[in-house]
């Protein structure tokens, strides 16, 4: 469907941040996604070898975002991201337990999050 010389933009994100996510303290839901989002090293050898040229990515992160723990515990009591919804009901709870936690022991009432996003630029040729 891309005509010659279009240019192809695949967002993801990275294995190395699925594994630095705060998502981390839900090892299964880590384990879903690893297994779900090919690697950017993989999606850049397919392209490759489907005949993209001048495949590069590059990483944007945003800013700083400063939200409160207990805002964040009700985002993932709710499943905000959907690989959550994949783990088992035991699991979650015992996660969602570890996770309160860690990020109350850890960051107190406030912590600082980055999204980051990998932009893979390809090339048809």
């Known amino acids: 469907v891309l005509k010659s010389r279009g240019k192809l933009v695949i967002v993801t994100v990275s294995h190395s941040k699925i594994k630095k ?20 090293q993989e999606i ?32 993932f009591e709710r499943r905000y991201i959907s690989t959550l919804s994949l783990v088992s009901e035991l699991n979650f709870e015992e996660s969602l337990a570890l996770f309160e936690h860690r990020l109350k022991e850890n960051h107190g009432k406030f912590i600082e999050t980055k999204v980051e996003m990998t932009f893979i630029e390809a090339q048809k040729s």
């Open 21 to 40: 996510h705060i998502m981390q303290y839900f090892p299964d839901a880590v384990r879903i996604d690893l297994a779900r989002f090919m690697s950017v």
């Open 44 to 75: 850049k050898w397919h392209l490759v070898h489907q005949g993209f040229e001048n495949v590069h990515h590059h990483v944007i992160r945003s800013r700083p975002i400063r939200e409160s723990v207990d805002a964040i515990i009700e985002k």
